[in-house]
């Protein structure tokens, strides 16, 4: 067995409810290490039990966690002088998602808590606020800076009244004092985490959302503590003593509303792993000592016999070695029509039986499981950048200091101009303080941060949903730009399998369709070549018997020829007639048409006489005109590539309906024929499957490869299809599309936003509208710029197939 | 104002420098907590690079960490080790950010 450095490490409970940590342990090099290293360990504090294996080169420690942590179990290691590594926690896509979902229910769930609490005590400190500025020389009327406050003012005030005039009796003072009361509670408690995030970010020269939340909290705070505590102190400077309690408690319970709701959209945004999560059966049911028996998915081995019953969810990828049966793939691969799968064929994990019942030999599992490979495919794709994103990383990283920067210019350019119309000194503070506030608050760089990432995470997603895996931000983008889609012909556009299509006899041979149908597929039966392949099948499904062939012989580029009872038969084209002295001028115009078709005919000659004629093709899959119809609707340029000669090419390229065919290319030349079309200038795809046109679909701007068994992942393709149909590249290019277009509506919106209510808040319409924005008016604003934008990108999850 | 853009742009940020062990790998602990901690990180270009990010906070901000060029996006749990493993190719710097690109950080490989 290899001495692997084991890395990979789960935390199960020990048996004493404490924690099991394997840490990979270097330089032992015999039992004595083993057994020192051992003895430590066992003696160290906290640990439960301490086992060391030299061959395996790691430590298996059961520990109390509140004793200990794996940090100081590897530095006790360490101390005895041998090398140990905190493990890594390495997870599976599925842990990873379900340790962030429980992150972010427990952030949703305290921020809801937070934001419920403190919008009734938002109330409560408004209603109480109100006697206050009533209380305010003129009734407050003049002078209450914020217009929103201004305007619930007058219209709750004769209400209020008539309900509760006693609150009007209180000393203002009173009342003062305990808003102030009321209002450090909720900073403390339900705003605490701004201003922590807020300070830690500030000791990292950085700063945030939450610094601008802070700062313009505390700077409302502040100036009404000093009114407060006192009140003289303005007065006699000619500035009514007003506060603005009621507003922090308001921005903050608004803001945190605003979060709980983007913490609900951005859960939403991993449906589709979560989905794919749960198509993973927990058991299987396998045939071990001639028993079937049920095993955890874990204790499924290469080349158990997996055994699967109507209506059940296969646990592993395999190959069918007994029964049929139709099984329902679209989970994985979007086809929605039940797959017919024999004895042979492929089956993939996760996908559903249908009516029959089948077994199956294991063949890939774990993390090289079709289903990992999506799940792998999927989070690498969310991980990527698209390219566009760049322009907001670059705004965002000045984006906070500019704008505290902006607020103190506004502060500033208001104090002066007030001062210089003649503003009484303390209205003039009054008034530039609250816009100053109301840039601070209203500025919001999370709608920016978000634009780009929820989009790339909504449509991938959905890709997996369809079966399309777009492997990141850069290759959706580059499909959005697309302008030529080349189209490899065998197994893209066709079937990629030759199959008959035409059988004709002579006029003046004797025997039947079958009798000769017999004859070709006994001599063919012995040959290699995959036209021949065609016709035995062929034979097979038309139920005709094979017979024996003596003396046969395969005439390389002509045909092949034989002895079939008794009968000297010969199968190939002109030049294998011409041989044998065959005349075929009878079928000669048969022959023609067929190639004209873009078929390959083959004469049959028997003892000498022509009997007939017999041709193959690669037929058309049926799916592929209506997509290639599609893709030239949505202004692509389809180009069609392909080895064969230009008559069968034509052919072929006429029925599938694409634009140009470009025929007689070698493997190697497809290569050149793609960067021919990059030169001039065009932003091109290549579709193929990703075996013999690899190097093409990597030279391509994207190159897509249709996934054919089990292997997803083609190295070399931006877009692995599930499917097998061209249908999916349609899809794929209309996601991508639809997905450039939500985050560029994006972007445009977290810009548009800032750009309008930035200025706005600072003021810039007062002099010609008299137009002002409250700070808390500015804070709902904030709290619903972000949500609108993870909102948005949730609706590509309504995205339609075409 | 001046101060502001001074303190957020040019102020020097904490750094430190990772050297190479017996096998080569550079091992350097980033404290994840409103920021990063050192933020700039010098290592040998072309040797393996073992980040481990140490979390310790609940802010939702610093959740997720990505490299983009290395086209790398993490889940990094609360109060957790995570473990990060690359290796710069080249000379450079190669910018790390937190999921929505507030949090700044980059490793300088020379």
Known sequence: ?802 | MLWVNWYFFFAERTAATASPDATGRQDVTVIVRGGYDPSTIRVKAGRPLRLVFDRQETSGCSEEIVFPDFNLRKFLPSNQRTIIELTPPTAGTYEFTCGMSMLHGRVIAE
């Open chain 1, 1 to 802: 067995m290899a001495t692997t450095n084991i890395v990979h490490t789960e935390m199960p409970r020990a048996p004493s409810g404490g924690r099991k940590v394997v840490i990979p342990v270097t330089g032992m090099t015999c039992a004595a290490c083993e057994a020192r290293i051992q003895r430590t360990l066992s003696k160290s504090p906290g640990v439960v039990d301490a086992s060391v294996n030299l061959m395996m080169g790691n430590a298996t420690v059961s520990f109390d966690p509140a004793a200990t942590s794996p940090e100081t179990l590897v530095d006790t290691i360490r101390a005895t002088g041998y090398g140990a590594e905190v493990p890594t926690q390495e997870r599976t896509a599925f842990e990873e998602q379900e340790a962030r979902d429980r992150a972010q229910e427990d952030e949703f769930l305290e921020l809801r808590r937070k934001a419920i609490a403190s919008g009734v005590v938002g109330v409560i400190a408004m209603i109480v606020s109100m006697p206050l500025m009533a209380a305010a020389p003129h009734g407050g009327q003049g002078t209450v800076a914020d217009p929103f406050m201004r305007w619930v003012m007058t219209s709750l005030t004769p209400p209020l009244r008539a309900v509760v005039p006693w609150l009007y009796a209180i000393p203002t003072p009173l009342l003062s004092y305990g808003l102030l009361v009321l209002t450090l509670a909720t900073m403390a408690w339900a705003g605490r985490r701004f201003y922590v995030r807020a300070w830690m970010s500030f000791r990292h020269h950085s700063a945030d959302m939450n610094t601008l939340i802070a700062v313009g909290t505390s700077a409302a705070f502040i100036y009404s503590l000093i009114v407060t505590l006192a009140p003289r102190f303005f007065i006699t400077h000619g500035v009514e003593p007003d506060v603005y309690y009621e507003a922090v408690v308001i921005i903050i319970a608004l803001i945190l509303t605003g979060n709980a709701f983007e913490a609900r959209a951005k859960r939403q945004t991993a449906t589709a792993l979560r989905a794919l999560a749960r198509l993973q059966p927990k058991t299987a049911r396998v045939v071990r000592d001639d028993r079937e028996l049920d095993v955890g998915i874990d204790e499924v081995r290469h080349d158990d016999v997996v055994v699967v019953r109507p209506g059940e969810r296969l646990p592993v990828d395999g190959e069918i070695i007994a029964g049929r049966s139709a099984v329902d793939e679209s989970m994985l691969t979007g086809e929605s029509i039940p797959v017919e799968k024999h004895v042979g064929d492929r089956v993939i994990g996760a996908t559903i039986n249908g009516t029959g019942s089948f077994r199956y030999r294991a063949t890939t599992l774990g993390a090289d499981s079709v289903l990992a490979q999506i799940v792998k495919l999927m989070r690498d794709a969310q991980g990527s950048r698209a390219p566009i994103q760049k322009l907001a990383d670059r705004v965002s990283s000045v984006f906070v200091p500019v704008v505290i920067s902006i607020a103190v210019a506004t502060f500033v350019v208001w104090f002066v101009a007030l001062h210089a119309s003649g503003a009484v000194g303390g209205a003039a503070v009054v008034r530039a303080f609250s816009a100053a506030v109301a840039v601070l608050i209203i500025a919001c760089p999370c709608a920016m941060g978000l634009a780009v990432p929820t989009a790339v995470m909504v449509s991938s997603g959905k890709g997996a949903e369809l079966g399309i895996l777009i492997k990141g931000g850069e290759a959706l983008q580059r499909a959005g730009d697309l302008t030529t889609v080349v189209l490899d012909k065998t197994g893209t556009v066709t079937e990629g399998r030759p199959t008959v299509t035409d059988v004709i006899r002579s006029g003046d041979d004797a025997r039947s369709r079958e009798e000769l149908l017999s004859l070709v597929a006994s001599i063919e039966h012995s040959s290699e070549h995959p036209l021949a392949d065609a016709i035995v099948r062929y034979a097979g499904e038309q139920r005709v018997a094979l017979s024996t062939v003596e003396g046969f012989q395969s005439v390389t580029g002509r045909g092949a020829t034989g002895v079939v009872e008794g009968h000297a038969v010969a199968v190939g084209n002109t030049a294998l007639m011409a041989d044998y002295v065959v005349d075929v001028t009878s079928l000669a115009t048969d022959a023609a048409r067929l190639s004209a078709e873009g078929k390959t005919p083959m004469y049959v000659a028997v003892d000498g006489q022509l009997a007939g004629l017999i041709a193959v093709a690669d037929p058309i899959k049926p799916t592929s005109r209506a997509a290639i119809a599609q893709l030239r609707a949505m202004g692509l340029d389809v180009i069609m590539l392909t080895g064969d000669n230009q008559r069968t090419a034509d052919a072929v390229g006429r029925e599938a309906g694409v634009d140009r065919v470009v025929a007689g290319v070698l493997p190697e030349a497809k290569v050149a024929e793609i960067a021919r079309l990059q030169e001039q200038g065009e932003v091109v795809a290549m579709v193929g499957d990703g075996i013999n046109d690899g190097a093409a679909i990597a030279r391509s701007d994207l190159g897509v490869a249709i996934a054919s068994g089990t292997d997803v992942a083609v190295e070399a393709a931006d877009v692995a299809l599930m499917r097998g149909d061209l249908g999916g590249v349609v899809q794929a290019i209309e996601l991508s599309r639809r997905t450039m277009r939500t985050m560029k509506q994006n972007l445009f919106w977290a810009f548009v936003y800032n750009v309008v209510g930035i200025p706005v808040a600072a003021g810039v319409l007062y002099p010609f509208f008299g137009i002002l924005l409250s700070p808390i008016l500015a804070s709902a604003a904030m709290a619903f710029s972000s949500v609108s934008v993870v909102s948005n990108s949730l609706r590509l999850r309504r995205f339609r197939a075409v």
